[in-house]
Structure formats: structure tokens, C-alpha cells
């Protein structure tokens, strides 16, 4: 079956931008959560999304924002691009919130320029 | 602030060797943990997970826990050039929520 899916893989946007990252969850899951990937900090945690409700949240600015609709799949949004923001944005799915691991997407890769 | 800690590495080992990941949790109410690795410039790969203390075998690798030392490991038997990847450890805290905390990584090396 297929994987995550996100898109797009790749943007490059500039300072002051907004952008919106798509992700599809593997069919049935109905957990999705959102990680922010750079080579200074590791793997952070931004939100987790389940049933269309947020769950839980990490400790990023209020730019980050994020939503899931009723066929589970999410988009994420930064508003007002700064140049740290360029980082590796993962998504995983799960079939809720407290069963079994996480799945992860290719990933978007984000440039603020 | 709750952390999972792991040796950056990298731990290089020759090819048919064990290898053994370690990861330490701060968290006492932590009930699952993860193991996942990442090959450079792709996303994070689910290798194994285990909730209960004791050793978990899948194939090659071994996952261990042991919550009374917050300790759990990762061994990876008959290692292979194409082990070599960043492994990632994971830990979910109890109840309902969702988050996993990870370190940040150790790099494995499986020479010829």
C-alpha cells in the first residue's frame, strides 16, 4: 500500500513568505504528526493531529500553524518566513495516536533565501 | 525538559561484527520507544519498537529495554556496509500523548 505522502518535495521561498506543506497519511491511519528536521537540532516536534483535532503541540511560534481534514490528510503552514525556517519538514502517520510507530514521508525540504 | 540522549558516534565497526546503539531517556513515565534509522538525505525508516523491559528479536536486530536504568539499545547482528545510516532513538511518554522525542542520532560506520 502506499506510503506518506508529501508534497511538494522541495521550495524555496523568500523571507516574509508564507508557505503550505501538504501530507497524506497511509490509508487507514488517522494520526498524523508534523517534525521539523535541521543538522543543529535534530528532529523536533511541531503538532500532532488526530480525528481533525490538534493534540498536541510543540514549542515553535504561533507562525506554525496546521490543520487535518475529515479524510486525514494534513497541511501545515508558516507564516512570515524567516531564514532559520529552512529546514527538513517530516510528516508521519499512525493509525491513532497511541498505537504502534510512526511512519514517516519523504520529507519537504524548505529554503528561505 | 524531558531528553533522549545518544553518542553522536560515529561507532564504526568492520562488516559481520555486532553493532550496539545505546540511548538514554530522562522521562521515567515513558512507555514506548522507537528505533529508527535514516540514510543520509532520505526520512527516518522504522526499524523496531518495544514497550516492555526485556529484548524484542526481529531478523538482525535486537532491541533492549530496561526502564529501571532508562536505558534502551539497539543491536544489530552480522552488520553490513548497508547498515551504515544514522539510527535514531525514539521515546513516546505515557497516556494519550502522541509526541515522540528523539536524540539526535548515532552514526554507524560498517566497514569492509
Known amino acids: 500500500k502506499a506510503g506518506v505522502t508529501q508534497t511538494p518535495r522541495y521550495l524555496i521561498k523568500t523571507r516574509g513568505q508564507q508557505v503550505t506543506l501538504s501530507c497524506s497519511p497511509i490509508?487507514?491511519?488517522?494520526?498524523v504528526s508534523w517534525y521539523q528536521q535541521t543538522p543543529g537540532q535534530g528532529l523536533q516536534f511541531l503538532f500532532e493531529y488526530f480525528s481533525e483535532t490538534q493534540r498536541n503541540k510543540g514549542n515553535f511560534p504561533g507562525r506554525f500553524s496546521g490543520r487535518q481534514f475529515s479524510n486525514s490528510r494534513s497541511e501545515m503552514n508558516v507564516s512570515t518566513l524567516e531564514l532559520g525556517d529552512s529546514a527538513l519538514y517530516l510528516c508521519?502517520?499512525?493509525?491513532?495516536?497511541?498505537?504502534?510507530?510512526?511512519?514517516f514521508g519523504s520529507g519537504t525540504r524548505l529554503t528561505v533565501v | 525538559q524531558k531528553e533522549v540522549e545518544q553518542n553522536s558516534g560515529p561507532l564504526s565497526v568492520p562488516e559481520g561484527a555486532i553493532a550496539s546503539l545505546n540511548c538514554t531517556y530522562s522521562d521515567r513515565g515513558s512507555q514506548s520507544f522507537f528505533w529508527y534509522r535514516q540514510y543520509s538525505g532520505k526520512s527516518p525508516e522504522l526499524i523496531m519498537f518495544i514497550y516492555s523491559n526485556g529484548d524484542k528479536e526481529d531478523g538482525r536486530f535486537t532491541a533492549q529495554l530496561n526502564k529501571a536504568s532508562q536505558y534502551v539499545s539497539l543491536l544489530i547482528r552480522d552488520s553490513q556496509p548497508s547498515d551504515s545510516a544514522t539510527y535514531l532513538c525514539?521515546?513516546?511518554?505515557?497516556?494519550?500523548?502522541?509526541?515522540?522525542?528523539f536524540g539526535t542520532g548515532t552514526r554507524l560506520q560498517v566497514t569492509l
Open positions: 490509508s487507514g491511519h488517522r494520526s
Open positions: 525514539a521515546v513516546k511518554e505515557s497516556g494519550t500523548a502522541s509526541k515522540l522525542t
Open positions: 508521519a502517520s499512525s493509525l491513532s495516536p497511541t498505537e504502534g510507530g510512526y511512519t
